[in-house]
């Protein structure tokens, strides 16, 4: 079980309080220098983060990678099979608790994004090289796996 304490950010969050885990999709396109990422902004506070949420059911990890990009940008493209990292962050619940969440996550390959989604109108997406990108996000574990990332 990851326990909160596993994680920087979390270092004085009680040692009993376990992070929840999302999954979450590095939405790229092209490859080496080239490679541009895809973030979204948050439906709250309209920060750029990457699509992400919660397992649903026996949901895989696959599965819940790519009905997220799809749900919150449009994505449509090709998941790839390896992990890239995890990253970490507080979500704000609707109670206005921080819960604490460690993000898998996986790459996927834009084919094409879509202009009508179930998330659209709620949430901007934009194309950022990948330092740029690393360099819009507020989570530092997430700005080190976009920033050295070459797709």
Known sequence: MIKASDFPLFAKAPASKSARTQFGALCYRGAGKKTE????TSR?????VVP???PKGK????????????????VVGKLGKSLLGFYSYSKVMDDGK??????A??????????????????RRRKWFPSKKAASRVAEPELARLLKRFKG
Do not use: T
């Not at 990422?37 to 979204?40: E, K």
């Open 98 to 103: 921080a819960m604490p969440c460690v993000v």
């Open 44 to 48: 709250d506070s309209g920060r750029w």
């Open 105 to 122: 996550v996986y790459p996927i390959q834009v084919d094409k994004l879509s202009d009508k989604f179930p998330e659209m109108g709620q």
């Open 37 to 40: 990422i895809l973030l979204i």
């Open 52 to 54: 992400k949420g919660w």
């Open 59 to 74: 949901e895989d990890p696959a599965a819940n990678v790519s009905r997220e990009a799809w749900e919150e940008a449009g």
